[in-house]
T-cell receptor, first 114, second 112 residues
Framework: DAGITQSPRHKVTETGTPVTLRCHQT?????MYWYRQDPGHGLRLIHY???????DKGEVSDGYSVSRSKTEDFLLTLESATSSQTSVYFC?????????????FGAGTRLSVL | AQSVTQPDIHITVSEGASLELRCNYS??????LFWYVQSPGQGLQLLLK??????LVQGIKGFEAEFKRSQSSFNLRKPSVHWSDAAEYFC??????????FGTGTRLQVFP
């Protein structure tokens, strides 16, 4: 398995509270991604990073922010969690190589917002 | 806009039977194509990929996929399914960017 660790693996929180999910890699890959997985939607990209302090939005970025201060860490923050953000969140990493984008995935974080 | 369609939400097969999972993409040029598998409670694992060259690609666990440009398809096949193949399968396309676009997935159930 690629060296990707997501923490926490499970979290239950209340509406309106801030939540931060962490993705840590040991592969020194340039690209890191956050997805959410919901039934009937497959995986949808939230945000991604193409280097330290370099990030961009995906298709479902509203309500989420990210930060990458080190190559190995990519944080996803829900500033004020809502029930619609209950989901399974996956981090992925990639060397990039534009177009030949082989992504490797972490084990996921199951988030429940009550 | 680029998109990926997996028309079968759920497929059930008997162990030992052959399998074909369908994937169609919408993109103007030849994209880079992938199949991933997700076992329950796990992350996604790459099964195989197509970048160029031979349109029949071999992957792990005995899977193969065939790229058909005329049909904009990249169907996944396995000649004989094992109970351990029960999982969810995702087709994805990288339309020459650093992002992947995923289909909505096909859940495979295998009966003994």
């Amino acid at each position: 398995d690629a060296g990707i660790t997501q923490s926490p693996r499970h979290k239950v929180t209340e509406t309106g509270t801030p939540v931060t999910l962490r993705c840590h890699q040991t592969e020194n890959h340039r690209y890191m991604y956050w997805y959410r997985q919901d039934p009937g939607h497959g995986l949808r990209l939230i945000h991604y990073s193409y280097g330290v302090k370099d990030t961009d939005k995906g298709e479902v970025s509203d309500g989420y922010s990210v930060s990458r201060s080190k190559t190995e860490d990519f944080l996803l923050t829900l500033e004020s969690a809502t029930s619609s953000q209950t989901s399974v969140y996956f981090c992925a990493i990639s060397e990039g190589r534009q177009g030949k984008n082989i992504q490797y995935f972490g084990a996921g974080t199951r988030l429940s917002v009550l | 806009a680029q998109s990926v369609t997996q028309p079968d939400i759920h497929i059930t097969v008997s162990e030992g039977a052959s399998l074909e999972l369908r994937c169609n993409y919408s993109y103007g040029a030849t994209p880079y194509l992938f199949w991933y598998v997700q076992s329950p409670g796990q992350g996604l694992q790459l099964l195989l990929k197509y970048f160029s060259g031979d349109t029949l690609v071999q992957g792990i666990k005995g899977f193969e996929a065939e790229f058909k440009r005329s049909q904009s398809s990249f169907n996944l096949r396995k000649p004989s399914v094992h109970w351990s193949d029960a999982a969810e399968y995702f087709c994805a396309v990288a339309p020459n960017t650093d992002k992947l676009i995923f289909g909505t997935g096909t859940r495979l159930q295998v009966f003994p």
